[in-house]
């Protein structure tokens, strides 16, 4: 069983940037085929100033450390027995190629069903840019698989 | 195409729907990358084994990522207010995963005209994937 004096645990904050070509990649690799999000000029078109982050994609980029499953860890949770439950975003404004976005997590609930055979994670993460404006909240819910 | 706007989307009315081609494990090799999410339970059968998984699957957010191509293609992101699902089954290799949504409830929130959807990513059987709701703002 995860202790539960984890909850609240605050995770050291991180920035990543959000790279052109990486999205183009997540475009490719997501079917993607909008030019939007491909083509400068057409992401121009469309308001934005250069190629827009797509809804999922802040989720990514939470990744971008050098341990990113370091929560894991931390918790004593192997990576093989998890699996994703939920996930909510909440939008702020849309991010494009070029900013930088600071992501501030913190393990906000564990708890367990099924006499502890599932135990749940509950994480929440605030991502704002440069001006310390809010991009959007993220809220993932990590199930364990005990059993 | 006339943007779509408050007064002329209904309750019931539904987003055309998305089908992708089959998850292949090149799809999952390229969504590891680009996402950066390199858990071997996607993309290393012999990790996926050893943790009682008899193959590797999909990645939870890569049909994410299909759901919202089925949302901005519906409207601009930026219309997008808030985004949630709930994954309800694995998605193995070979599926194609099919993403609906309807609208559900018309509403006023935050001083904005929004609706909110019903949406859901199915596999070839039919089987729910993932199933949750989006609020889109609306002028």
Known sequence: MIDRKHIGLELPPHTAEIEKGRLRFFAKATGQTDPVYTDEDAAIAAGHPSLPAPPTFLFCLDMEVPNPFAMLDRLGVELGKILHGEQTFTYYKTVCAGDRVTYRSRVADIFDKKDGALEFIIKETAVTDEDERKVADLKSVIVVRNA | ?139
């Not at chain 2, 002329?8 to 999410?37: H, K, M, Q, W």
């Not at chain 2, 009682?52 to 049909?63: K, Q, R």
């Not at chain 2, 609706?115 to 070839?124: C, E, K, P, S, T």
């Not at chain 2, 059987?125 to 703002?137: C, F, R, S, T, Y």
């Open chain 2, 1 to 139: 195409m006339t943007p779509l706007t408050f007064d002329t989307v209904a309750v019931g009315d539904e987003l055309p729907e998305l089908v992708t081609e089959p998850i292949s494990r090149t799809t999952l090799a390229l969504y590891a990358g680009a996402s950066g999410d390199h858990n071997p339970i996607h993309i290393d059968i012999d990790f996926a084994k050893t943790h009682g998984m008899p193959d590797v699957f999909a990645h939870g957010m890569l049909s994410m990522a299909y759901l919202a191509r089925l949302l901005t293609n519906w409207v601009p992101q930026e219309q997008i207010k808030t985004y949630h699902v709930r994954f309800a089954a694995i998605t193995q290799v070979g599926e194609r995963i099919r993403c609906t949504g309807k609208v559900v409830e018309k509403l006023e929130q935050d001083g904005e005209k929004r609706v909110r959807l019903d949406i859901q990513a199915a596999g070839d059987n039919g089987e729910i994937k993932l199933a949750g709701d989006a609020v889109i703002a609306l002028l």
